[in-house]
């Protein structure tokens, strides 16, 4: 069993940066690859990035990269999602999980455990 809160969502004007973090209860963290997705009013849940369970390893979504970055510390049980260059478009829930498919990440499956979300809100 593992159970996810996120944390360090907020408003943030366009152009700003936060980092989020995924706190993992459970002695199993380190075994799961991560993921973050998120999800705006009136759209689908969506992939943003996933990091396998080493670390040695990450992917994210065409719409975030080179401004994203998913990092994890296994000795924390924390996941991270640093967020660059906002853009107003990226506000949304934000969400971890924790990812047993690594491959099939970005369609949403093998997922195993997700958080209960974190708001980020980007102002214009």
């Known amino acids: 069993q593992v159970q996810l809160v996120e944390s360090g969502g907020g408003l943030v004007q366009a152009g700003g940066s936060l980092r989020l973090s995924c706190a993992a209860s459970?002695?199993?963290?380190?075994?799961?690859?991560m993921g973050w997705f998120r999800q705006a009013p009136g759209k689908e849940r969506e992939f943003v990035a996933a990091i396998t369970w080493s670390g040695g390893s990450t992917y994210y979504a065409d719409s975030v990269k080179g401004r994203f970055t998913i990092s994890r510390d296994n000795a924390k049980n924390t996941v991270y999602l640093q967020m660059n260059s906002l853009k107003p478009e990226d506000a949304a829930v934000y969400y971890c999980?924790?990812?047993?498919?690594?491959?099939?990440?970005?369609?949403?499956?093998?997922?195993?455990?997700w958080g209960q979300g974190t708001q980020v809100t980007v102002s214009s």
């Open positions: 999980a924790a990812v047993s498919d690594y491959l099939r990440v970005a369609t949403m499956s093998g997922i195993d455990y």
């Open positions: 459970g002695r199993t963290f380190s075994r799961y690859a």
